[in-house]
């Protein structure tokens, strides 16, 4: 576990000097920033990231009221916790603070060893609770990613697509959806090996990822199909997408276990929704960019088949 980060603010400096002493009886902190009043203080919260800010509860300007007011309202900075710094006499400020956001309150004058500890136990909940985040947001990752390719996998193509196809239907905005076939993908696993083809398949499905934007969504579809999600995009700029992502893949040198280079295509299969339609599902828009991929391999693979109408039929 790293070491916190604490922000004291305060508009005197005797004051800060004593937290500062205080805190620096001990190795678990790591970096100290002083402030002398609350604006200053909101000013360096993304730049400085502290794990706990001790802040005097009256001082000109911006009091610690104001200061855990304008605080709570940036999801930048909400969650760091706030230990106030108050009067012994002023109870009902201290339930104020305490009611307002403030984790916890010391009052003045303070004895050193309870501040440590007060700080102590703040900055380890803060610790904590980051390392919770970060390995929920690595569980995340890895329940919608495809562990062969490391694109997203179906399960997150599902839901994907069924909010996109949601907004096309509430706000019009345009929405397109490529499947993509490697070619003769049997005979490149015959030929030179599952371990071969499985990297066969993680190279492209990288180089689809390299070339469409950070907002587009790449996915395993299913075996040696991938799926492009292309949100607010029409038909006419998905085309020239979906020829950029042919072109690439076509060029995409493949090697074997000895060294020898081989290219392989793919065929694409693209559908749009744009603002002329009327009824539309996720299952009636799968099936009919499906039936463009099976309209792209029947007119000799490695090309982009557009759906219409002259397709289904």
């Known amino acids: 576990m790293r070491r916190g980060r604490i922000l004291i603010v305060d508009d005197s400096a005797s ?13 678990e902190f790591e970096a100290f920033r002083e402030c002398e009043d609350g604006f200053a203080a909101l000013k360096v919260l993304t730049e ?13 300007g911006c009091d610690g009221i104001t200061f855990l007011r304008f605080k709570g309202s940036r999801t930048d900075a909400a969650n760091i916790p706030v230990l106030m710094v108050t009067s012994a006499d002023d109870t009902d400020r201290k339930v104020e603070v ?33 390392e919770l985040e970060t390995a929920n947001t690595k569980l995340y990752h890895l329940s919608c990613t495809d562990a062969l390719t490391g694109v997203f996998n179906r399960r997150h193509f599902d839901s994907t697509l069924e909010a996109e196809v949601s907004r096309f239907l509430r706000y019009r905005t345009p929405l397109s959806l490529i499947l993509v076939d490697v070619d003769h993908f049997k005979s490149v696993n015959d030929r030179f090996g599952h371990t071969v083809g499985d990297n066969v398949l993680r190279e492209i499905a990288m ?6 934007r950070k907002a587009d969504v790449v996915a395993r579809y299913g075996g040696e199909e991938l799926a492009v999600i292309l949100g607010n995009t029409g038909e006419s700029g998905a085309v ?6 042919r072109v690439a893949v076509e060029r995409l040198e493949h090697r074997t276990a000895d ?10 299969g693209l559908s749009s929704l744009e603002s002329a339609e009327a009824k539309v599902t ?10 463009a991929l099976y309209a792209s391999k029947k007119n000799g693979r490695n090309r982009v088949a557009v759906w219409n109408s002259r397709t289904a039929a």
């Open 15 to 27: 004051v800060r000097r004593e937290v500062l002493q205080a805190l620096s009886t001990t190795d």
């Open 48 to 60: 400085f990231r502290p794990d706990v800010v001790i802040c005097d509860l009256v001082m000109p």
């Open 98 to 130: 305490l009611e307002r956001g403030a984790a916890d309150y010391v009052t003045k004058p303070f004895h050193p060893r309870e501040l440590l500890a007060r700080v102590r136990t703040l900055c380890k909940q803060r610790l904590l609770q980051e």
């Open 207 to 212: 180089v689809l990822k390299t070339v469409v």
């Open 240 to 245: 020239i997408l979906a020829e950029r992502l």
């Open 259 to 268: 060294g020898r280079v081989f290219h392989t295509t793919a065929s694409f």
């Open 282 to 291: 996720c299952e009636s828009f799968l099936t009919r960019t499906d039936e």
